[in-house]
């Protein structure tokens, strides 16, 4: 999908995506008022996105997003790349665009590994803002979700944001392979697990590798917790 503030960009990159056949465009906007909508009907696995738009940026749109596709910027502004970069974009085109860097761009798209299209039911990654800092957040990497009123934490690595989304809508968009539901108020990323140790009342303890806390399994759950991982 082509995201942009300016007829004439839009035309000029379906003009330049016309090259390559493996690649339809899906759909077009002009704001993020009438992005989201659009991307949430019609699931694109990739968005060209411009940063400057009236009512909103591009990182806002992406930061509304449930799922966030793969993302390539498209803007007239150089002094945004940093900030494109450390939310994992896949490039960066200054306009006007180049056929030379529009090519190589869309070769990291062929190249880049999982597809969303093989997954389009489960959650890969996630965007989050936080003040003027961004990211895009690996699911995989995310050793513990746990609720905060209204909000959800993200242990990952030593950073710890907050988004605006409640546990029980993320849970359901887990892969339940890799994500599993400790107690009430917390998820636990099965491959970060370094150490089980019975707990009180047929509980389990559970120790965390990469510097999450500990965290209790409730009696309920490490029923299924046991069978889960056969022990």
Not at 40 to 54: N, T, V
């Amino acid at each position: 999908m082509v995201i942009d503030d300016e007829a004439l960009a839009r035309r000029e990159l379906r003009r330049l995506l016309a090259d390559f056949a493996w690649l339809e465009i899906v759909g077009e906007a002009a704001n993020i008022d009438e992005a989201v909508p659009r991307i949430e009907a019609l699931s694109p696995d990739l968005l060209f996105l411009d940063i400057k738009m009236p009512g909103g940026s591009g990182f806002d749109l992406l930061a509304r997003l449930e799922r966030v596709p793969r993302v390539i910027f498209t803007t007239a502004y150089d002094q945004h790349a940093v900030q494109a970069f450390e939310v994992n974009a896949l490039d960066y085109l200054l306009k006007p665009i180049e056929p030379e860097r529009l090519a190589a761009a869309l070769l990291k798209v062929r190249d880049a590994s999982a597809p969303v299209t093989n997954q389009r039911n489960v959650l890969e990654q996630l965007f989050v803002q936080d003040g003027p800092r961004c990211w895009f957040v690996p699911l995989r990497e995310v050793c513990l979700v746990s609720a905060e009123n209204n909000y959800v934490r993200l242990w990952w690595g030593n950073l710890h944001p907050l988004i605006g989304r409640p546990l029980s809508t993320i849970e359901q968009r887990l892969d339940p392979k890799r994500f599993f539901r400790a107690n009430r108020s917390q998820i636990i990323n099965l491959d970060f697990i370094e150490k089980v140790n019975p707990g009180i009342n047929g509980r389990l303890d559970v120790t965390l590798r990469g510097g999450g806390p500990e965290v209790e399994i409730s009696r309920r759950q490490a029923r299924l917790f046991r069978e889960q991982m056969s022990i």
